[in-house]
């Protein structure tokens, strides 16, 4: 089983910056699994935000593309989600998630995903 445990969340104005971490351990964990981050607004569904690959391709979905950048460091077992320029529709519960195995696409559906962080507040206001 992966354990992923997240930090970073918060409230800025909009406009500002905030920097989510995600940790991964556990003895199944690989450095090469696929891993995403996610968010969800109150009443709306699970989105996917950014993703990486095996082949540590990056993937953004397009409503952040630009704005969020996704990094790894892999000596730390740790991803990273550098959100610039937020804005109000940008506030949710972001979540990290890993697949479990390698991949070499665009994973973008939460069933691809078997490890799941407890999810870290992010609001943004006007």
């Known amino acids: 089983q992966v354990r992923l445990v997240e930090s970073g969340g918060g409230s800025v104005q909009a406009g500002g910056s905030l920097r989510l971490s995600c940790t991964a351990s556990g003895y199944s964990y690989r450095r090469d699994y696929c891993m995403g981050w996610f968010r969800r607004a109150p009443g709306q569904q699970s989105e996917w935000v950014a993703s990486i690959d095996s082949g540590d391709r990056l993937y953004y979905a397009d409503s952040v593309a630009g704005r969020f950048t996704f990094s790894k460091d892999a000596a730390k077992n740790t991803i990273y989600l550098d959100m610039a320029n937020l804005k109000t529709d940008d506030s949710a519960k972001y979540y990290c998630?890993?697949?479990?195995?390698?991949?070499?696409?665009?994973?973008?559906?939460?069933?691809?995903?078997?490890?799941w962080g407890q999810g870290t507040q992010v609001i943004v206001s006007a």
């Open positions: 998630a890993a697949m479990g195995r390698t991949c070499f696409y665009r994973a973008l559906a939460t069933d691809d995903y078997t490890s």
